[in-house]
């Protein structure tokens, strides 16, 4: 075991070794390659959440907007952000045009064949459009939510929305736990189904408590399937305790092999940052990455600021059992 799990670490330090030399910069973005699909997208995605804090829709729609004009391509989103406003809210931006200049993903909550073949279409109204270019089973943080996603008849209609041109890739979502990640890939192996993407928090924190980075990270990119990062820092925890700053946060989830690294954009000020941590992303040294990781190691520990692993908070779908269907 422990010399597989040393082999597994070593491809991925070699990929990402390989990813960073095949980055693409334009401006101030870097561009990477999503998995298999070959589809290029920038590095830094846009969360969907985080527009629908915005004051206005006409705020949103500016900020959407600005992304997009300096280079931003990867928008995410969820049936179920804010009742569904933050879909809507997308929607009105990437109007004129602006629907064609990004690769559109959105997660959908259904846990049976007649609800995520709902939510799919609900999210297309909302969005207005004819199809997402990613559509990601949302919070897979049970472990039978594997089973229901096979057994149930959800992946049917995944592939039924593909069929029709509504949905091009396929992927999954999770906060809880790696165990859960790991179980969805030995299923989807056992039905030979290969995800696109899986989504994952990635962060400083992340590396030294219940880690996805070092326990699910390698096997997605043996298999190909591309990495998407998230809560880079742990729901704000990590720059609002100083133990580390936002560009620190989003370099260390950049210098994983991920293909996007997601993060909360609401106001000109954390686009800023989004922006400027493309710009000046260089691979971390072992000693810049050590120093990070002895300095966060206590608060890592314990769990407590990574509250989406270690509470129900963050749990939508646990707290709204009616969107499972």
């Not at 270019?133 to 049970?142: P, S």
């Not at 192996?189 to 993407?197: L, N, P, R």
Request: aromatic share 8%; charged share 25%.
């Amino acid at each position: 075991m422990e010399r597989r799990s040393f082999l597994e670490a070593s491809a991925a330090a070699l990929i990402a070794q390989s990813m960073f030399a095949d980055d693409e910069r334009r401006g101030d973005m870097i561009y990477r390659t999503l998995g298999r699909t070959g589809e290029r997208v920038s590095a830094i995605g846009m969360g969907g959440y985080h527009i629908g804090v915005a004051r206005t829709e006409q705020d949103s729609t500016r900020l959407v907007r600005s992304a997009i004009d300096r280079g931003m391509t990867f928008m995410d989103n969820c049936w179920d952000y804010m009742d569904g406003k933050c879909e809507v809210w997308m929607g009105q931006a990437l109007r004129d045009g602006y629907r064609n200049k990004v690769f559109l993903m959105t997660k959908f909550d259904g846990r049976t064949r007649a609800a995520a073949a709902r939510q799919i279409d609900e999210s297309l109204q909302r969005l207005q459009t004819d199809h997402v270019d990613l559509m990601q089973f949302h919070e897979n943080i049970r472990l039978e939510d594997p089973d229901r996603f096979f057994n149930d008849g959800v992946v049917d209609a995944l592939l039924e929305a593909k069929k029709a041109g509504k949905i091009r890739y396929i992927g999954f979502t999770g906060h809880k736990d790696p165990l859960v990640h790991l179980r969805m890939l030995e299923v989807a192996e056992a039905h030979h189904f290969h995800f696109d993407t899986a989504q994952m928090p990635l962060n400083i924190l992340d590396a030294q408590f219940r880690s996805f980075a070092h326990n699910v990270v390698p096997k997605l990119v043996a298999q190909g399937i591309a990495v998407l990062g998230m809560k880079p820092m742990s729901a704000g925890a990590l720059p609002e305790r100083g133990l580390a700053t936002g560009i620190e946060c989003l370099h260390y989830a950049l210098n994983l092999p991920t293909s996007v690294v997601i993060t909360g954009i609401s106001d000109a000020k954390t686009l800023d940052q989004a922006f400027e941590a493309a710009r000046t992303f260089k691979p971390l040294t072992q000693g810049q990455l050590s120093a990070l990781l002895a300095r966060t190691r206590e608060a890592a520990l314990s769990g407590k600021l990574e509250t989406f692993k270690t509470t129900t908070r963050q749990d939508g779908t646990a707290r709204n059992p009616q969107w499972m269907g």
